[in-house]
């Protein structure tokens, strides 16, 4: 694979996937490994799909914690996909508490910087390069009691936009993917709060959320990651800053 002006690229290329044991960021391992590349993922928490996928794969796996200070083993990246991300808050914003605004905004944009700052140097010596940011609808739209998730995805576009220009002349770009609601844990952990918010059951949170879909269902981790697996492409080499919706239309 070649950059601009006959760079050479790593084929396979190097991955590193942010949030690698969650649903999204499995289905990235998977898609990327499938299709012949290196991959490293972080993780947090579920050391045993850590360990099956590493198994699975051949993949790296780092546990870092993204809410402390971290290094990152190794910087030589190719593609970086910032797919970590949490959503924790369900109050109105005079009553989020600063401490869960502070965390919201570390884990969903600074740390996606910070990734940015170390990888992107190897990146320019090489002459190519990918970062694709997972954003969400709620980075194109506004919506209630989500205060510090939509504030934080807001300010993800916005830098998924700066990097796109800064580089565009480099071989890197810089995008993001906006789903819509995904089948997956994290959107069964916030109908959980949201079903003990209102007196009602999980399902009826999640038919409620299929139900706001022109299709009447949430997207799959596997649409999302077919989409992020086009974005890190040399044929996706003139596709840059752009936040694509992969959400069925539900913000047309």
Request: with cysteine; charged share 20%.
């Amino acid at each position: 694979m070649l950059g601009p002006a006959g760079s050479e690229v790593s084929n396979p290329l190097q991955v590193l996937v942010t949030g690698g044991t969650g649903t999204l960021g499995e289905a990235m391992v998977v898609a990327f490994a499938k299709a012949g590349h290196r991959i490293t993922f972080q993780y947090l928490r579920n050391d045993r799909a850590a360990d099956r996928i590493v198994d699975t794969f051949g993949a790296t796996a780092f546990k870092i914690d993204f809410s402390r200070d971290f290094e990152l083993p190794t910087a030589d990246f190719d593609v970086l996909i910032n797919c970590a991300g949490i959503n924790v808050s369900e109050d109105e914003s005079h009553a989020v508490d600063p401490a869960v605004w502070d965390r919201m905004l570390r884990i969903n944009v600074t740390v996606p910087f910070l990734l940015a700052q170390a990888i992107v140097p190897g990146m320019l010596r090489r002459g190519w390069g990918r970062i694709i940011n997972i954003g969400s609808i709620y980075s194109l739209r506004g919506a209630t009691r989500r205060a510090p998730y939509v504030a934080s995805k807001h300010a993800l576009s916005g830098l998924t936009k700066v990097m796109a220009l800064e580089y565009a002349r480099t071989g890197v770009t810089c995008n993001e993917i906006c789903p819509s609601a995904v089948e997956s844990d994290m959107i069964n952990r916030i109908a959980q709060i949201r079903a003990g918010m209102r007196g009602s059951t999980v399902d009826d949170v999640l038919d409620e959320y299929r139900s706001w879909n022109p299709f009447g269902r949430m997207a799959t981790a596997g649409e999302i990651a077919a989409a992020v697996l086009f974005l890190a492409s040399a044929e996706a080499g003139f596709v840059n800053g752009v936040s694509i919706p992969v959400d069925g239309g539900q913000i047309v």
